[in-house]
């Protein structure tokens, strides 16, 4: 209904954009020392140190790996434990019906396809992704994140944020531009 | 990481990685370009053509199968493993190169991996699924074959028999199939983000953005992904090692005489990495030469896989050398008299000779520096290997099997032409696939190739030290 009222809160943020990954390293250095804390940075290509200049610290990725190895590796053995021991054992060539070793093999291979699973769908889950719609891309330059550009976000959402105060500390980063992003 | 050695010339004449010049839009333009064009190169739709001729062959040849039953092939007792096994093992061991380039190469920090890795992945999962057609056709009733293959609750009560080497085969090919498809969707999504942020008609956006799941090149992404990157490389590792190891115990763990060796395992993994870059080797020179990548795919890249040819073509020679020396050594009469038959008069003599001359006389034309670096001599050896390949598998299961313990049981095996035509339609399907995925995936990984650039390299200031 009113839509006047609420476009200033409908700022998702401010975003800068950089030529080299050098400079948007350094950029994002500034901005965490400056005090802001829910800024992201994009880049086309992974960054070293750019996730801990922003101030990530989560390391869930291997743990996951680690839980679905785990349970890979139980439910192999397990499997063939239970369906030749216990559910139906059969005298096959006179062999032990807990042939712990014969079960080897499939006991591997569930614990790499648990664990393979468990980083893929653990990096997209802890991603958000499938993301269907987000604010950035409302920026025009913004496709150019995928190809060849640089950019560093400040939400509006920070405590830190002053539409006037935070574009001024990103042009004194010596940005291409300093864009207004839309929510 | 000092990436600088990529674009330069090396003073001992080592060509670079990347021909220089290019920037992180030149590498995107000129790498997307090859889908997002409206000028498909006329040599494409020549491959896609013999490539389709051959897929109707397959479908063909697998109709009359299922309308007949196995009675088509040449297999008959006592060689009742023929084609079928010597195809799957063939297209399996071809397979293990994608994923070797793909994580070993990149836990070992080789950089020129990055050109090749995306389509020798493609190449892995196109030639496990021919793989995968020949046991399920192989047992005659595919529509039955989950009862057969997979362990699930059924009306008898019964289980898979899993102190057999067969059932792990199920379960390690299987595995790798699926941690194939995974690790190669994680690679291809933020080329496919670049897809949809350069594409121009909204259809294909959307296509695109849809398979791209919203990536947006954050660095708290990035640095997940990596991390998984990383761990799929590390399984996939260990992974493809126990693949063709798995596939030779359904060899050695029996006691015909030819196969119970424990030489099996690492002589079928070296023959699965040679068969496997003899194949990369086939494929990237004409998809260099069809889409003009020779910046990018350069006589550093052709040279290296030619020294890995080499290599693994010479432990594959020792594998020979042990199978002789086993044999002989045993003492056993069987084993012996295999042998002989195997390399003098058995019913197969040309086979072995061939053999030899493929796999081992050929590949060492690769010692020279010159003929490493003549495409057509490279293209040439590479196809005596992927012959020598399916030689070997030959030699290995129809020598051993046509002659065992009792002369009485001794019979030849002849290939009927369904045989012939099947095997033709699973390189049809690998052609038509791989053509396929050059025309609307990126066949070389974008995102990965803007990181071999100068520029790429940051410098650390405060904390955690360079890279």
């Known amino acids: 209904m009113d839509h006047q009222a609420q476009s200033s809160s409908q700022v998702y943020g401010l975003m800068a954009e950089f030529d080299s990954a050098q400079a948007l390293l350094e950029a994002a250095q500034k901005v965490r020392g400056a005090g802001y804390t829910r800024t992201d940075a994009y880049s086309p290509m992974p960054i070293h140190g750019l996730a801990e200049a922003l101030g990530m610290t989560e390391r869930k990725v291997a743990p996951f790996v680690l839980a679905g190895g785990l349970i890979g590796c139980m439910t192999g053995y397990g499997l063939q434990f239970w369906t030749s021991v216990i559910d139906y054992p059969m005298n096959i060539g006179g062999r032990p019906f807990h042939s712990w070793v014969s079960f080897i093999p499939v006991t591997f291979e569930l614990t790499i396809l648990f664990a393979a699973f468990s980083a893929g769908i653990s990096m997209i889950v802890l991603n958000g992704l499938p993301q269907p719609y987000h604010p950035v891309f409302n920026a025009k330059r913004f496709s150019t994140a995928s190809q060849s550009s640089f950019f560093l976000a400040i939400e509006a959402a920070d405590p830190k944020f002053d539409a006037g105060q935070t574009a001024a500390f990103l042009a004194s980063l010596h940005p291409r531009e300093v864009v207004s992003v839309d929510e | ?467």
């Open chain 2, 1 to 467: 990481m000092d990436v600088s050695h990529n674009t330069k010339q090396d003073p001992l004449g080592a060509v670079p990685v990347i021909t220089p010049g290019y920037s992180y839009s030149g590498i995107t333009d000129k790498l997307s370009a090859l889908v997002l064009t409206h000028n498909t190169p006329a040599a494409w739709f020549a491959f896609m053509g013999v490539g389709l001729v051959l897929l109707m062959c397959l479908l063909m040849s697998l109709t009359y199968l299922l309308f007949k039953g196995v009675g088509i092939w040449g297999n008959q007792v006592p060689v009742a493993w023929a084609f079928p096994i010597i195809n799957f093992v063939w297209w399996i061991g071809i397979g293990h190169a994608g994923t070797l380039i793909s994580a070993i190469l990149l836990l070992f920090k080789q950089d020129w991996r990055t050109s090749i890795n995306r389509f020798a992945e493609a190449m892995t999962l196109f030639a496990v699924a021919c793989a995968m057609i020949f046991p399920i056709f192989h047992t005659g009733r595919p529509w039955l074959a989950v009862y057969w293959l997979l362990p699930y609750p059924n009306v008898m009560g019964l289980w898979p028999n899993f102190r057999s080497p067969l059932i792990w085969d199920v379960f390690a090919v299987s595995t790798y199939g699926s941690v194939s498809l995974l690790f190669w969707y994680i690679g291809l999504i933020p080329d496919l983000a670049t897809f949809r942020d350069k594409a121009e008609k909204p259809l294909i956006k959307k296509l695109y953005g849809v398979l791209a799941m919203g990536w947006r090149g954050s660095a708290r992404h990035w640095y997940r992904y990596e991390t998984a990157y990383l761990i799929l490389a590390g399984l996939s590792t260990p992974l493809v090692l126990s693949v063709h190891t798995v596939v030779s115990f359904d060899f050695s763990v029996s006691n015909l005489p030819g196969w119970h060796a424990t030489i099996f395992p690492p002589y079928f993994v070296a023959g699965a990495v040679y068969a496997g870059f003899a194949m990369v080797l086939t494929l990237a020179i004409p998809l260099r030469a069809i889409y003009k990548l020779h910046d990018f795919i350069t006589m550093r890249h052709l040279e290296n896989m030619a020294k890995v040819t080499l290599v693994t073509g010479l432990i594959v020679v020792y594998g020979y050398a042990c199978e002789l020396f086993f044999g002989w050594y045993s003492g056993s009469l069987y084993e012996r008299e295999m042998l002989r038959l195997r390399i003098f008069d058995g019913f197969y003599p040309w086979a072995y000779p061939a053999l030899l001359l493929c796999n081992f006389i050929v590949p060492q034309l690769l010692w020279v520096k010159k003929y490493r670096r003549n495409i057509a001599v490279l293209f040439t050896v590479a196809m005596f290997v992927n012959v020598g390949m399916w030689l070997e598998r030959f030699v290995i299961i129809v020598t051993s099997l046509s002659s065992d313990f009792l002369t009485s049981s001794w019979a030849s095996f002849s290939p009927t032409r369904w045989d012939f035509l099947t095997f033709a339609g699973t390189i049809g399907l690998f052609v038509t696939l791989f053509f396929l995925f050059v025309r609307v995936l990126p066949a070389i990984s974008i995102f990965e190739m803007r990181t071999l650039l100068p520029e790429a390299a940051t410098k650390q200031t405060p904390e955690g030290g360079s890279h």
